[in-house]
């Protein structure tokens, strides 16, 4: 699929911005728990996924996954030779396992990157339901990948939107891929709007792909973005080091 021609404007009129991220300043992270940070270098709900440990900025005697220079934040994922070359990567997520953070039901989310190319990079920028943090899992949450791309094709953008069972299990899936050109050649805006008559994704302002609300993502809904690697594709080849490249992460609400 390519991209279809847009007609609105984005963020929708009516809308206001209600979180930023310009990486403009030193970035605020903790290893496991806000506030008074920012972000969370894991997830909320289970730490890690995928090849590579996830890694906090203050962690004694290891190099900091993150960096932040001219307004762009870099995710920088590496093999760390004290650790059997076993790579290392970082993820920010804006909740923290107590549910301390940001996050908001029904808005545009939008953030601007430039992806790594390489065999095994995993980057993506994504979105679940606070219902699916740690101390709140006790009934379905949603999960809204609003970019997922995969080292094998650089040209191609995943979108997906997932309900996910509090054992685990899948009670909802849905996803598209997307031809694009340029990911990882230059920066570009990867945004979606939730609304209740619909999930719309759009790259550079063009809408891609529509798909139903399920009632799971009416709830509040937090922000991730991260440098995996793998996702079911070998690393054997992925270059050392794979950087990801973000300039800014923006929420707007109603």
């Not at 909320?44 to 190099?63: H, S």
């Not at 191609?156 to 069972?165: F, N, T």
Request: glycine residues 12%; charged residues 15%; contains cysteine.
């Amino acid at each position: 699929m390519t991209p279809a021609h847009c007609t609105e404007a984005m963020p929708p009129p009516g809308y206001k911005l209600v979180f930023a991220e310009e990486f403009d300043r030193a970035l605020s992270v903790s290893n496991w728990g806000m506030p008074p940070a920012k972000w969370m270098a894991h997830t909320p709900y289970a730490g890690d996924f995928g090849d590579a440990w996830f890694t906090g900025p203050n962690e004694p005697g290891i190099l900091s996954p993150f960096s932040v220079s001219d307004g762009i934040l870099t995710i920088t994922a590496y093999q760390d030779p004290d650790k059997g070359n076993h790579w290392r990567s970082g993820l920010l997520s804006s909740l923290d396992t107590h549910g301390n953070g940001f996050s908001v039901a029904l808005g545009y989310f939008e953030c601007r990157m430039k992806l790594p190319t390489g065999a095994g990079v995993w980057p993506a920028f994504w979105l679940a339901g606070i219902t699916g943090v740690n101390r709140h899992r006790i009934k379905d949450s949603a999960e809204i990948d609003v970019l997922e791309e995969y080292g094998v094709d650089s040209t191609i953008a995943h979108q997906h939107v997932h309900v996910w069972k509090p054992n685990g299990g899948e009670s909802y899936s849905k996803g598209n891929a997307t031809k694009l050109q340029g990911m990882t050649t230059g920066f570009h805006t990867y945004g979606c709007l939730v609304a209740k008559d619909g999930i719309r994704f759009y790259f550079d302002g063009a809408q891609i792909w529509q798909t139903i609300t399920p009632p799971e993502a009416l709830e509040p809904l937090y922000v991730m973005v991260d440098l995996a690697l793998g996702g079911g594709w070998p690393i054997d080849q992925t270059p050392n080091p794979s950087r990801l490249y973000v300039d800014y992460i923006r929420v707007y609400a109603p």
